[in-house]
Each structure stands twice: as C-alpha cells, then as structure tokens.
C-alpha cells in the first residue's frame, strides 16, 4: 500500500554510499539544439561537466571591507562609458583597426543549434592534447533515440566528430559515450597545438644507453599502479577552507547567540489576535 | 535510510471565503518540503522530489529531536523583519559548498512550518481526514527554534486574510477538514487565496523594445501547456527593474518558428525557444483564456517550463 501511493526512485538515486550524497542535480544548460546524423536528429541540452572549484578571493578594500569595483578610463584620462567602446584589432605600435560591434556580430558564423556529424572515428584515435572541455549532453525529450546512440558508441568503441556553434563560436567536437552519458568533447583547431618535434631543444636529444633503459623500465615496474586520481586533493583549497572555518568562528558564536528566534510562533500568534479582532 | 519521496499535495487558487467546513492558515512564502524522520536519520524533500537535506542542516538537526519516526509536510521559510522572505531563502537555496551552508545555516537560519503529517511510523495518515491528521501531529511534533506547526484559525477565513494582508504576507491557504491528503493532486481541497492572480508562465517570444527599452525588449509574449500544447495567454511589458531586463534579454533563444499553439497574428514578434519561466500576477484571466493587466513578478529558475501549466488556472469555490 505504502508503495504505490509514493513516488519511487529511480535505482541510480537509490544508490547512496555516504549519507551526505544526494541525488546530482544537474547545473543549468548552456546550449541546447540537436545532435545530427544524416536523417537522424536527437534532441539534447548540454552542461558543463566539471565544476571549477579552485579557491578564489574577491578584492575587498582593507579600510572599509567593501568589494572593488572597476571604472573604465581612456588614455585621455576620461571615464569611458560602456556604449562609447569599440573594438580594436591591435597591430602594434599602438596602431589599432577599429571594429564595431555590428561588424563583428556580421563576421560572426551564423548561429545554429545543430551539432552537424560528419562522420564516426575511433576515439582512441582523438588525441587527448586537442581537448579542450568537456559537455555533458542529456536527452532533450529523445530518451529513446538518446540511448540508443549511446549504446552504438559504446558497442563499437566509435566516436563521432563534427562542428557546433555556441555562442556564436564554432567549435570542433567529438562526440563520444562516458559511463551512461553521450558527451561533445570540444577541441582544438589543428595550428591551436605546438608541435613539439619542431623545437630547437628537442631535435637532437642524445639517445639514452641499453644500460639507462634497463634499469629505468625496472623502475617503472616497481612505481606502476592502476591509477586512482581520488587519492590527489588540492589542499591550499582545504587549507583556506579550515582557515575560512576558525576565522568565522567569534562570529558563529555571536549568531548562535541570538539563535532563539520565534519568528514563525510569533507571527502566528499576531494573525490570530489581528484576525479575532477583525471578527 | 532509503526512503521514497512523495508528491505534495497542491492547491487551487480562489477568492476569499468563510465557511465552517473549512480552516484556515497563513500562506508561507518559502519553498515546499517534506521531511521524512527516522530514529537515525532525517530526509528533506523539495516539491520537485529533490533531497535537500544538505542545505539545510539547521533543520535536519533539529527535526531529529523535535519528532520520532513520520513524514511531515511543510514549508521551509527565511525569515526578515517579521515575515518569511523569499529572496533570503533564494541566498541558501543556491549553495553547494558546504563552508557557506554551514555559514548561511547560522546568518540566515530557515524555519520549517509543519503544516500536515503523512506517516506516523509506517502507518499512513493520508487517507484520514484533516483535522485528525492535525491532531496527530499536535503529539508527534514539538516546536522548538527550528520547527514550529503552523497556526490555523476554523471558519473565519475573510478575518483570516484580512489579518494576513495587514501583516505583509502574500495570502491565506484554505483546507476543507474533511480531505484526505492526497499526493501530487491539485485539489480543490486546498485554496490559496490571494490579493491577485499569480502564474507561473512560459516565455515565447517577445514583442521589439523602443526607446530606453531598444537594447531589450518592449514586452514578454508568455504561455502555459494545455495537453502537450504550449498555449498562448498575453503580453507582458510592466514590472521589470534595469537589471531584469539585461538580465531576461541575455536569457534569450531565438528560434525561427512560434512555440505557441494559437500565436497572436502580430508581425513585430522575435519567436523564442520556450524555456524561460516568469512569474506574473494578473487581474484576471479572461474566459478566452487571456490574461488581464499582467504585470511581471520575478524569475522562475527553479520551474522547468513543463511545469507551467493550464491547471493553475483552477479557481476553487467554496
């Protein structure tokens, strides 16, 4: 009985190690559109997949505690507002082409909301070092077709790789399969990467010795272990956060304090004697 | 603890009444929860099924002394001079780092307002009608600084609204005594009573701003689904601060085609992907379904569009 008068979780959220992890809640989308094959289309969102959780400050004035702002000046010494700035192609010797925003908005590539796929590789083939950033695309109302696709990647170890406009920005992406997700993995163009070979400093590096070999695959050996990046944690950010915990503490005090706060009974008790008046 | 989270109940909007079959509360301005208590662990549940126990651990603490094992239904509130503040509660609803929540637990501490018990142990509660499960939960709960069961004053819900609209709140929720509780139902059962119409609208396109308003737009054209069909109901071009509007304006997506089922014939219309949700208050809403003097109230980032739809136009009666 209990049971079917209650909504029931999906098995992924029933899956709960520590008691403090709750169900993901998916950050907002940043694009959405369709991922396109031939006649076939599927309908995703795409979300960010990492979340940068580096420590950052906001610039505080000392004297008063109070966050910077920026005023923007020319080198006039006038301030300038936001409506009188173009842009500028600088071509050095403070020597600049002038653009407005009209003529960059014209040169723009013409926006789209199709992931057009030209063709599935193998993604091993893809080379890590042109990876930019990574999307998470969820279904969009295409769970069927969504999944599908999913599951012809991860049969055929195929990833497919075509073109994507986001914010006026077109990026190369390849599309592949990670864990029950599709994922566009943006990249870089073919120039955008240094090509290493090419460096004075490293044409003619000295051929190690049998002996050098030997001995350093011995060392490997010993070092080799399956990689587990949980065990790296970045601890200034742990640093800071315990800092930030001891540095509030007078003042968590204070606020526990005043913790006793009948707002909500006193409320209650003022509609009720208001509306026994107004009787 | 695993535990199955369930559906509220939601009410209908209507206009004031007094009724002896019917009590009365305040309306909280706050975000729906429902807890599930256990003698070890405490869960809390949003409207939308999410747990949302982490973000507020002030209240996840204090139900573990306040009640044995139930599921209660409530509201949890930010309070501000007095009455529940929803732009405060917007500040805790947004956390993910646990140093800020354990902050704002402390600066903005939430109240949660029990208003119904569901479970009392494993036995549901739901199929009694509502002044018993009121009494139940008289004895199950006990309020401390945390907790506290809402007020509710028998019949003389005209007293009651008048009483709330003195004290700065949005309205009144009306519940018949008899009802049984009845999950993920709109019911006619419960009425929130109102100064004006509020609606939770889908955004479609919008109408050329001009003068200050050129960089942004002149109105928002919004709807709500009827069956699937995203349903055309008017134009909304007051009640935006600067800010809103750069703000709204940068949401924008374009799209070539009309997302309504009855778009109005009107050339000077950017058609949008329905996906920004507004929230409108409006005079009335006319027979054909049009809204009258809507004026624009806030941003819905919590609502997916799906969610807006023809039934919160359900007028209840007494």
Redo the contacts between chains.
């Keep these: 009985?209990?049971?079917s008068?209650?909504?029931?979780?999906s098995e992924k959220e029933?899956v709960?190690e520590e008691?403090?992890e709750?169900?993901l809640?998916l950050p907002?989308a940043i694009w959405?559109g369709s991922l396109s094959m031939g006649l076939v289309n599927v309908p995703v969102k795409a979300i960010p997949i990492t979340r940068d959780k580096r420590v950052s400050f906001k610039m505080i004035h000392q004297t008063c505690g109070t966050p910077i702002h920026y005023k923007k000046y020319c080198e006039e010494g006038e301030e300038v507002q936001t409506k009188e700035i173009v842009h500028g192609y600088a071509l050095g010797h403070k020597k600049y082409v002038i653009f407005t925003d009209e003529e960059i908005e014209a040169a723009k590539p013409e926006?789209s909301d199709i992931i057009d796929l030209k063709e599935f590789v193998d993604f091993f083939q893809a080379d890590p070092h042109y990876f930019e950033n990574t999307l998470l695309l969820v279904p969009d109302r295409s769970e069927r077709a969504y999944s599908l696709l999913r599951k012809l990647m991860e049969k055929t170890g195929k990833a497919a790789i075509g073109l994507m406009t986001m914010r006026s920005k077109e990026h190369i992406v390849l599309v592949h399969y990670y864990q029950e997700a599709i994922v566009a993995t943006l990249m870089r163009y073919s120039d955008e990467v240094l090509d290493p070979g090419k460096a004075a400093i490293l044409k003619d590096l000295p051929e190690p010795s049998e002996n050098e070999i030997s001995l350093g695959l011995e060392i490997v050996k010993k070092l080799t272990k399956d990689l587990d990046i949980t065990v790296f944690k970045d601890s200034f950010r742990e640093t800071i956060?315990s800092m930030?915990?001891s540095k509030?503490k007078g003042e968590?005090v204070q606020?526990?304090k005043k913790?006793?706060?009948?707002?909500?009974?006193?409320?209650?008790?003022?509609?009720?004697a208001?509306?026994?008046s107004?009787? | 603890m695993?535990m199955?989270?369930?559906?509220p109940m939601l009410a209908v909007q209507g206009k004031v009444f007094s009724s002896n079959e019917w009590i009365f509360e305040?309306k909280i301005d706050g975000t729906r929860c429902i807890a599930h208590i256990s003698n070890d662990?405490v869960e809390l549940q949003n409207r939308r099924?999410?747990?949302?126990?982490?973000r507020y651990p002030e209240i996840t603490r204090a139900l573990q002394t306040a009640a044995g094992g139930c599921v209660l239904d409530g509201e949890l509130?930010v309070?501000s001079k007095?009455?529940p503040d929803f732009s405060s509660l917007a500040v805790r609803e947004q956390q993910v780092k646990?140093?800020r929540i354990?902050?704002l637990s402390?600066?903005l501490?939430a109240?949660y307002?029990v208003f119904d018990i569901l479970?009392r142990g494993?036995e549901?509660l739901?199929n009694l009608p509502l002044i018993e499960r009121k009494s139940i939960l008289e004895n199950e709960l006990q309020?401390n600084?945390f907790i506290?069961r809402?007020?509710y004053?028998p019949a003389?819900g005209e007293?009651?609204f008048?009483?709330?609209l003195?004290?700065g709140?949005e309205g009144i929720m009306a519940k018949r005594l008899a009802s049984t509780y009845q999950?993920?139902v709109r019911s006619r059962d419960w009425v929130k009573i109102k100064k004006h119409l509020t609606l939770d609208l889908v955004v479609g396109g919008y109408m050329l701003g001009q003068g200050q308003r050129g960089p942004f737009f002149g109105s928002l054209l919004v709807g709500a689904y009827d069956s699937g069909k995203l349903v055309y109901m008017g134009r909304v071009g007051s009640g935006f601060s600067q800010q809103e509007l750069e703000e709204i304006s940068l949401e924008f997506?374009?799209s070539e085609g009309t997302p309504f089922f009855n778009p109005p014939d009107r050339k000077d219309v950017q058609w949008l992907?329905p996906?920004l949700v507004v929230e409108v208050e409006a005079m009335e809403v006319s027979k054909r379904g049009h809204l009258r003097a809507p004026v624009f109230l806030r941003r819905r980032?919590d609502k997916p569009p799906e969610e807006c739809t023809v039934d919160q136009l359900l007028i209840g009666e007494a």
């Design positions: 009985m209990k049971k008068q209650k909504q029931k979780l029933k709960k008691p403090q709750e169900e809640i907002k959405s926006s956060e930030v915990q509030i968590v606020l526990e913790a006793a706060r009948p707002e909500a009974k006193n409320l209650m008790d003022e509609l009720r208001t509306a026994e107004l009787k | 695993i199955d989270p369930i559906k305040p662990t099924l999410r747990l949302i126990t982490h509130a309070f007095g009455i646990a140093v354990d902050y402390k600066a501490p109240s307002i479970y494993s549901s739901m309020d600084d506290t809402i007020d004053l003389e007293a009651y008048k009483a709330a003195k004290k709140l999950p993920g997506k374009m992907k996906e980032i």
